[in-house]
């Protein structure tokens, strides 16, 4: 369930529970919109996606995060020599380069 809260400059920020992080950690969803009726909406697409299991929250994630897990999601409707193929080019052209 949101909590919807109007805020000093006349908008309304709802803020959505979407999970622990693997430290046990809250983490919580902001939506903010000018008026309480979008608010509430948005609020609510939010939730129904995470009854769903369909939220991805990419917020503060990295692209080769993103990518690494987009590869596994998506490995049983792809081909084993996609997946490889992908995995290469995560590898060589988004994974952040170590410097040693």
């Not at 908008?11 to 979407?18: P, Y």
Request: hydrophobic share 35%.
């Amino acid at each position: 369930m949101a909590s919807i809260k109007k805020r000093p400059n006349g908008t309304f920020q709802a803020t959505i529970f979407v999970g622990r992080d693997a430290n046990g950690k809250q983490l919580f969803k902001y939506i903010t919109k000018p008026s309480e009726k979008e608010c509430k909406a948005a609020a609510r697409k939010v939730e129904q996606e995470l009854e769903d299991n369909k939220f991805i929250d990419t917020g503060k994630v990295r692209l080769s995060a993103w990518v690494d897990e987009w590869i596994e999601l998506n490995r049983g409707r792809l081909s084993p020599s996609t997946v490889v193929l992908y995995k290469i080019y995560a590898k060589c052209h988004y994974n952040p380069i170590s410097v040693t």
